[in-house]
């Protein structure tokens, strides 16, 4: 099992931009489909962003446009690049992976590891 680890987030006007970006341990991370994952106060967790082994990307509607997935193999990391944040972004942002696989995965159930999550916050 691949072990990850987020950055930490933060705090952030309504409008900026933050990157977040998750670091992954043990196992062959480039056989991995990777995501992003929020839980906010009240609401179910939900999908945000995909990269699959060949580089082929997803994004939820509610950030397309605005967020921007991306990986390096020789680093081990998946990123998310967020910019024209808004407070409804505002949640404990995970990442996850899934695989070995080819596949775009973008349903929860089907990433067998995760990482420890991370807060972002965005204010009015």
């Known amino acids: 099992q691949v072990q990850l680890v987020e950055s930490v987030g933060g705090l952030v006007q309504a409008g900026g931009s933050l990157r977040l970006s998750c670091a992954a341990s043990?196992?062959?991370?480039?056989?991995?489909?990777m995501g992003w994952f929020r839980h906010a106060p009240g609401k179910e967790r939900e999908f945000v962003a995909t990269?699959?082994?060949?580089?082929?990307?997803y994004y939820a509607d509610s950030v397309k446009d605005r967020f921007t997935i991306s990986r390096n193999n020789a680093k081990n990391t998946v990123d998310l690049q967020m910019n024209s944040l808004k407070p409804e972004d505002t949640a404990v942002y995970y990442c996850?992976?899934?695989?070995?696989?080819?596949?775009?995965?973008?349903?929860?159930?089907?990433?067998?590891?995760w990482g420890q999550g991370t807060q972002v916050t965005v204010s009015s």
């Open positions: 996850a992976a899934a695989g070995p696989t080819y596949g775009l995965i973008s349903r929860s159930a089907d990433f067998g590891s």
């Open positions: 990269i699959s082994r060949v580089y082929s990307t």
């Open positions: 043990r196992g062959t991370f480039s056989n991995y489909a």
